[in-house]
């Protein structure tokens, strides 16, 4: 139980295109999900909450407009990646919470990543 | 505000021999603490938790930790390290941002864990 996918796993696209990546909890229901930035060799940094039916709750120094977040459905989230620069080239890491473990448990299952590359 | 420190960026160690990763945290309450395990290019898998109860968490994969709140610490622990443990090793602290109210894991930066056969 509690698993958690990503899709696409890797792409590659042009400097200037959005990108669109999904992330789903395909056993459970997740009011919240989470986007998580990681550059090689370096920790993961929460991007931003994703709250399902209401706006994300975007970290200081990420852009909002820049990375779009939509949670439209209780395992569904997506973020896009507008007009993509070479510099947003990096591992794209989702997360949900299990809203049936209760809101005080803090687990997060984790999505298996994408690798965005922006020529 | 919370932070996770991981003191060894990257360690070394013997197929066949004990393993301890060393995590130290800070917060003001008691933390909800976690152990993550993140294979190149993948994303994480969860070790082992703790949240309440017993200081001694046993894991998957034959993995403990302990919580030590004197210390301030969560250090994971493997009695026989396998070459398959050859990974990144993420510690993490779930609570309650003071900035924004909301629930948030904060990672450590990680440690490298080589086995050498």
């Known amino acids: 139980g509690a698993v958690v996918s990503q899709h696409p796993s890797w792409v590659i696209c042009k400097s200037g295109t959005s990108v669109k990546i999904e992330c789903r909890s395909l056993?459970?229901?997740?009011?919240?999900m989470f986007w998580y930035r990681q550059f090689p060799k370096q920790s993961l940094m929460l991007m931003a909450t994703?709250?399902?039916?209401?706006?994300?709750?975007?970290e200081q120094g990420v852009e909002k407009d820049k990375f779009l977040i939509n949670h439209a459905s209780l395992t569904l989230s997506t973020l896009t990646v507008t007009s993509a620069h070479p510099e947003d080239s990096s591992f794209y890491i989702c997360?949900?919470?299990?809203?049936?473990?209760?809101?005080?448990?803090?687990?997060?299952?984790f999505g298996p990543g994408t690798r965005l590359t922006v020529l | 505000a919370q932070s996770v420190t991981q003191p060894d960026i990257h360690i070394t160690v013997s197929e066949g021999t004990s393993l301890e990763l060393r995590c130290n945290y800070s917060?003001?309450?008691?933390?909800?603490l976690f152990w993550y395990v993140q294979s190149p290019g993948q994303g994480l898998q969860l070790l082992l938790k703790?949240?309440?109860?017993?200081?001694l968490v046993q894991g998957i994969k034959g993995f403990e930790a302990e919580f030590k709140r004197s210390q301030s610490s969560f250090n994971l622990r493997k009695p026989s390290v396998h070459w398959s443990d050859a990974a990144e090793y993420f510690c993490?602290?779930?609570?309650?941002?003071?900035?924004?109210?909301?629930?948030?894991?904060?990672f450590g930066s990680g440690t490298r864990l080589q086995v050498q056969p």
């Open positions: 997360s949900a919470r299990d809203q049936g473990q209760g809101a005080a448990y803090n687990e997060q299952f």
């Open positions: 056993d459970f229901q997740a009011t919240t």
């Open positions: 994703s709250n399902e039916g209401s706006k994300a709750t975007y």
């Open positions: 917060y003001g309450a008691t933390p909800y």
């Open positions: 703790y949240f309440s109860g017993d200081t």
């Open positions: 993490a602290v779930g609570a309650v941002l003071m900035d924004t109210g909301r629930r948030a894991l904060t």
